[in-house]
């Protein structure tokens, strides 16, 4: 379980708090009320045990034990539900947030000293430090906006949390640091490191499933989605341009690329005939079929595991977020940076950290013999710029939501609306209206029952807890209403019940 001290590290001292984490007011009795973090991991723990392959690839992966695998990805589930909240608490203040050890504890790092006891609060360990998150981002930015870096001479540079810093990795140190130069940045922000790295995109590879393009060349399915009725994937821009046909794994024609992009992004999608059927599940090899049940983005630290047709499932830990690399055909900015291995053969498979999908495999270094580092496109980037909503849990909408007199289905992908029955929204007489919203597991949808006043749509009821699914009455007047649904965190499909007078 996590350790109940803080550390906090100054700009050049480290200076250790040993005081339990504070709480932001006591509850009825006098008892201490629990943290945002404590309450967030008892609903983790609280949800669908983590499946036993996924265990026993972190075991394997991260050399832990049972326990810490079971911990450790409670833990990272409550992080990436209370990380939104402590960010928007401290503001231009906020340093990052990242999870550390075997069991995964959450640390939050701040620009400002009188923040510490707010981030105590909310349960998080805290850690003092000179340069916040934006202005890191910043720095990254502007190395993304200068000349391209040859290939081999920089590989990579991406902003670390735990060091405060953008590291820039080096093939030539002297030519890296006239790359930093060339950008104009503060020297103090940047850590240039040495690196063998030499990244490549994986071709001839699968991530969940094998798939053909043209006249041969093989990739990987990353992900299940789809763009209203129409199917598809998510997968590896570089694998294939867009009008380009693919075939599956039994040499059975599928599908044509809708959309593609390489270099600059690594991300397309390409939409399946008939004949196939897109499924809410990624193909685990010896560790079984994993289920996907939404796209929260999951903290810095976390565990992540990928599948891949060269060497199977393997794991490590998310190492940064928004990394910039040099591929022989250009930079790629917004990627994942991860400790998983890879091999040639494993390019466009899935990333999901426990049932939650992060990405497609873009490329590498190393190999699962000696280790090495990938990286992966964000799955919701692609989600957002083709319009496409990820298929979850085997791809059919949840059902819990019965005996009401109507239902409805749609699905979201994270931080969208949708309103049912319409837009325009339904008539409903005097009395009680009863809501029940069934969403994916692993995610955190709301539900709020509007009413038309003039031209203005007004909240007058709501189920607004931190689970998947919300259940609410409410006794009005007549008048027309509608019921948003709004995707707080993660995506996937929802069914709506509602009974009206």
């Not at 999951?298 to 199977?312: E, M, N």
């Not at 710029?385 to 059902?399: D, M, R, S």
Request: hydrophobic share 35%.
């Amino acid at each position: 379980m996590l350790r109940r001290s803080a550390v906090t590290a100054g700009f050049a001292l480290a200076l250790t708090l040993v005081a339990t984490p504070a709480t932001a007011h006591a509850a009825p009795g006098g008892d201490p009320a629990p943290s945002a973090f404590a309450t967030a991991r008892a609903q983790a723990a609280a949800a669908a045990k983590p499946a036993p392959a996924m265990i026993d690839a972190l075991k394997r992966d991260l050399g832990i034990t049972g326990e810490q695998a079971t911990a450790r990805l409670i833990n990272e589930a409550a992080a990436a539900k209370v990380e939104p909240a402590v960010r928007g608490q401290l503001g231009e203040d906020f340093a990052g947030a990242w999870v550390t050890g075997p069991t995964s504890e959450f640390v939050v790092a701040t620009t400002d000293s009188t923040k510490i006891t707010s981030i105590l609060r909310a349960g998080a360990e805290a850690k003092l430090v000179k340069h916040s998150l934006a202005t890191l981002e910043a720095a990254r930015e502007r190395l993304d906006a200068a000349a391209a870096a040859p290939y081999g001479v920089v590989p990579s540079w991406y902003v670390d949390l735990r060091s405060n810093s953008v590291v820039v990795l080096a093939g030539d140190p002297a030519a890296a640091e006239a790359f930093v130069n060339a950008a104009g940045l503060d020297r103090a922000l940047v850590r240039v490191e040495s690196s063998t790295e030499r990244p490549r995109p994986l071709y001839d590879v699968r991530g969940g499933d094998a798939y053909y393009i043209g006249s041969g060349s093989r990739c990987s399915v990353g992900f299940s989605v789809t763009r209203g009725t129409q199917g598809g994937f998510a997968t590896a821009g570089h694998c294939g341009t867009t009008g380009a046909s693919t075939k599956g794994s039994n040499q059975v024609a599928q599908g044509t690329f809708q959309g593609s992009s390489f270099p600059g992004n690594d991300y397309a999608w390409v939409a399946v005939n008939s004949n196939w059927t897109p499924v809410g599940v990624v193909n685990g090899y010896s560790n079984g079929i994993v289920q996907v049940g939404g796209s929260a983005d999951a903290a810095v630290g976390s565990s992540v595991c990928r599948a891949g047709s060269t060497t199977g499932w393997h794991c490590g830990t998310i190492q940064a977020r928004n990394a910039s690399v040099t591929y022989p055909e250009g930079t790629i900015t917004g990627l994942g940076r991860t400790s998983v291995c890879a091999e040639p053969g494993d390019s466009g498979g899935s990333y999901i950290s426990g049932s939650q999908a992060q990405g497609v495999t873009s490329g590498g270094s190393g190999n699962c013999s000696s280790g090495g580092t990938t990286y992966f496109q964000p799955i919701n980037e692609i989600l957002q710029v083709y319009g496409l909503t990820l298929v979850t849990g085997g791809g059919n909408p949840p059902t819990g939501c019965t005996g009401y007199q109507n239902t409805y289905n749609g699905s979201l992908t994270s931080n969208q609306n949708a309103y049912q029955p319409s837009s325009t929204g339904y008539t409903a007489g005097a009395g009680v209206q009863r809501i029940c919203l069934d969403g994916p597991n692993g995610t955190d949808y709301d539900a709020y029952l509007q009413k038309l006043s003039g031209s203005t749509w007004t909240d007058v009821a709501s189920g607004t807890t931190p689970n998947p699914d919300e259940a609410f009455t409410y006794n009005g007047t007549a008048g027309t209403y509608r019921v948003r649904v709004h995707a707080y965190s993660g995506s996937g499909s929802y069914t709506l019940g509602l009974t009206r007078p």
